[in-house]
């Protein structure tokens, strides 16, 4: 068994650390608040649990609220950020042992 703090900032799960072929983040942000412009060699999916994020997905834009999901493709750039009052809650599901990432913006 792994336990992560609900609420916490951001937990990682490196799936290969734990002889599983997935891994995931489950991040918490505030408005304006998300990672940086990013890609992966493999799609990246996000499961909204909680709150709004403002969701750029190539040269899309995407708001998405909790209950929704966001795919983005492989090797496409990517990157969100909170965009309610609430703290958004979202997983980010990796479908490999190892995640890679190239980030884009400083």
Known sequence: ???FEPGARSFKFEGGD???SVSFFITNFARGQGPKLHRHP??????VQEGEGTFTVGKET???R???IVVVPADTPHKFQGAGDDMLSVVSIH???RMVQETLEA
């Open 1 to 3: 068994m792994i336990e």
């Open 18 to 20: 734990h002889g599983a």
């Open 42 to 47: 493999y799609e990246e999916t996000f499961i």
């Open 62 to 64: 995407v708001a998405a």
């Open 66 to 68: 909790a209950g929704q």
């Open 95 to 97: 479908p490999v042992a």
